[in-house]
């Protein structure tokens, strides 16, 4: 049996286009900054004991059960597509059913942030604004053609 063997051909940039590609090179590559040891960790015997997983101080089982009540109440009464209005009804519902929770930072000597859950006596739960304005419209559905 015959096997085939291929020439290992190695071609050189042409000078001109050599150039070209450094020049190009130069001119787009990023300018990294040096590498630095990472930040020790603290062992994972420092850390605090455990505790059961609580959502604005509920356990994770009656957080669903708020959080139901909430989206049937407000799915029953209003039919159709999700709006953003019908999401800041929901996030205003829930938020006065969970008692207004609101966080309180607070900078440690040691530079840490300490966030404290706190009510808040607010009648308007937090609004985060975030800019959208160069983010795409979304596509409108294709429409099925009616058959005739």
């Known amino acids: 049996m015959m096997t085939l ?11 001109h286009l050599r150039d070209f590609l450094l020049e190009r090179h130069l001119k787009n590559a990023a300018v990294l900054p040096a590498l630095r040891p990472a930040a020790p960790v603290p ?23 708020i959080y ?32 207004r929770p609101a966080l309180l930072e607070t900078e440690q000597p040691d530079g840490r ?7 808040s006596e607010s009648s308007v ?3 985060i604004k975030v800019d959208i304005s160069k983010e795409p419209l979304p ?8 058959r005739h």
Request: glycine fraction near 8%; proline fraction near 8%.
């Open 5 to 15: 063997r291929r020439s290992q051909r190695t071609r050189t940039v042409p000078g």
């Open 43 to 65: 062992p994972v015997g420092e850390c605090l004991q455990e505790e059961p997983l609580s959502i604005h101080g509920r356990s994770v089982q009656e957080y669903q059960g």
């Open 68 to 99: 139901r009540s909430v989206m049937d109440s407000t799915v029953k009464k209003r039919a159709g597509r999700y709006t953003l209005q019908k999401g800041l009804e929901v996030k205003q519902r829930l938020w006065e059913k969970l008692g």
């Open 113 to 119: 942030v300490l966030i404290t859950e706190i009510r």
């Open 125 to 127: 739960p937090p609004q």
């Open 139 to 146: 596509k409108e559905p294709r429409r099925k053609r009616p």
